[in-house]
């Protein structure tokens, strides 16, 4: 099942969006990704879903946090602080389970699949 992101939007320098990604069923972990144009696919945060633990890209450290709703099969991405240097289209997608082992909560996108729509992020004045 291809994971979904939403909860996209346009907002000015400083403010704030939840992203929603799902269903997460039995995924394990949970990666963020963005895109901006131009630019190769950048691994943004990872969640783990059996224990929560986290990993994020220095450019988002102290401003994104990850979470999870198990019951609601949704993990989410709270933005706050928002920079233009933010604006992409964000992606969601599952860790390859093969690789988990080795990679733990990566942020690499090499080792996710099952891409599914993005959602466009828009942080301008």
């Known amino acids: 099942v291809q994971l979904q992101a939403s909860g996209g939007g346009s907002v000015q320098p400083g403010g704030s969006l939840r992203l929603s990604c799902g269903p997460s069923?039995?995924?394990?972990?949970i990666g963020w990704f963005r895109q901006a144009p131009g630019k190769e696919r950048e691994g943004v945060s990872c969640?783990?879903?059996?224990?929560?633990?986290?990993n994020y890209a220095d450019s988002v450290k102290g401003r994104f946090t990850a979470s999870t709703d198990n019951a609601k099969h949704t993990v989410y991405l709270q933005m706050n602080d928002l920079k233009p240097e933010d604006t992409a289209v964000y992606y969601c997608?599952?860790?390859?389970?093969?690789?988990?082992?080795?990679?733990?909560?990566?942020?690499?996108?090499?080792?996710?699949?099952?891409w599914g729509q993005g959602t466009q992020v828009t942080v301008s004045s």
């Open positions: 969640i783990s879903i059996s224990d929560g633990s986290t």
């Open positions: 069923l039995t995924y394990d972990p």
């Open positions: 997608a599952s860790a390859i389970p093969s690789l988990v082992r080795q990679r733990g909560c990566s942020i690499r996108s090499d080792d996710y699949h099952n």
